[in-house]
């Protein structure tokens, strides 16, 4: 039974969520670990093209001009519904070819824990909702 439309999103944005965590965790216990390179995780884009989907909402779409019948056919982007882990580089690696900020990820750990409880909140109220309605019901009877 589904809850709502959106109940099924919010459960997998908190998996993707919990993943990025365990990422930004290990990345801080190989801050001293020559050669490691920062993981991270992309899944944003691909829940936005979800909930698109979910809600029928319109994104306008900007079609590719074809002026010649040899041009390559764009593919449509497909939701596997798995996250993708990429490693984040950017930062000037150490001496040890280690390139961890720790500024960088303690600031990503506490922007994705603020986000994770607000899943969490938001599913709670959710949930609250549809017992509430459950409640209503069973005592009208």
Not at 79 to 87: I, L, R
Not at 95 to 122: C, H, I, P, R
Request: glycine share 2%.
């Amino acid at each position: 039974m589904q809850i709502s439309r959106a109940h099924d999103l919010m459960a997998k944005a908190l998996d993707n969520r919990a993943l990025r965590q365990d990422l930004i965790s290990s990345n801080i216990s190989n801050a001293d670990t020559p050669f490691y390179r920062p993981r991270d995780v992309n899944f944003e884009n691909h829940l936005a093209a979800k909930a698109q989907e979910i809600f029928h909402a319109q994104k306008p779409r900007l079609e590719l001009a074809v002026t010649h019948a040899m041009h390559i056919q764009p593919k449509a982007n497909a939701y596997d519904g798995k996250p993708t882990v990429f490693v984040r580089d950017g930062h000037q690696a150490r001496n040890d070819g280690n390139s961890v900020d720790l500024d960088v990820e303690t600031t990503e750990m506490a922007k994705n824990s603020t986000m994770f409880n607000a899943l969490v909140a938001a599913l709670k109220k959710d949930g609250a909702i549809f017992k509430s309605v459950i409640d209503s019901s069973s005592k009208m009877q």
